[in-house]
């Protein structure tokens, strides 16, 4: 059975791992590592998912800031990553929904991501430029994407990611 729980530092390496399995390249890898150096790192975000106490899968929601409207306390969410011989079982999914769940309890208003429509709107998300937010990353807008999960803001505008976002 699947069990989602905060990161910890003993699962750091095993974290790396899932990442580097589960995309073409380590950049995902390295991004998740610079991420948890920054002051927009939330360790209650950055869950893991063990089966049987292994670690398959990954997500990590961090600070982002809306430049109009500081007091907005949004995230992103970037990156989720399985391992590819768990994928297919609902992992990433039950990732996602308790990163978002977590995200609400914490008092946090908004989660941007960058990812496939078709998956992501199932959990809320929607084109995050039809309510006014510039994408900060030459990317198609209909991947650009925002979930409300405590006050919803009318409020657009510009986001700052946080700086290892720029090197990947």
Not at 14 to 23: E, R
Not at 30 to 48: G, I, K, M, N
Not at 118 to 125: A, H
């Amino acid at each position: 059975m699947v069990r989602i729980s905060q990161e910890t530092t003993d699962d750091e390496p095993a974290v790396d791992a899932v990442h580097t399995a589960a995309f073409p390249s380590a950049d995902e890898a390295e991004l998740v590592a610079a991420l948890r150096q920054t002051d927009a790192f939330v360790p209650s975000l950055s869950l893991v998912a063990r089966d049987d106490g292994t670690v398959v899968g990954h997500v990590l929601c961090t600070r982002v800031r809306v430049e109009d409207d500081p007091s907005i306390r949004a995230l992103t969410l970037a990156p989720v990553a399985v391992r590819p011989d768990e994928q297919g079982q609902g992992i990433g999914s039950s990732l996602v929904q308790t990163a978002l769940d977590t995200a609400a309890e914490a008092g946090f208003d908004l989660v941007f991501l960058h990812g496939d429509p078709d998956f992501y709107s199932r959990f809320g998300f929607h084109p995050a430029e039809i309510r006014g937010f510039e994408n900060p990353f030459e990317t198609p807008p209909e991947v650009f994407m925002v979930a409300t999960v405590g006050d919803d803001s009318d409020e657009g505008g510009p986001l700052s990611y946080p700086d290892p976002f720029d090197h990947i």
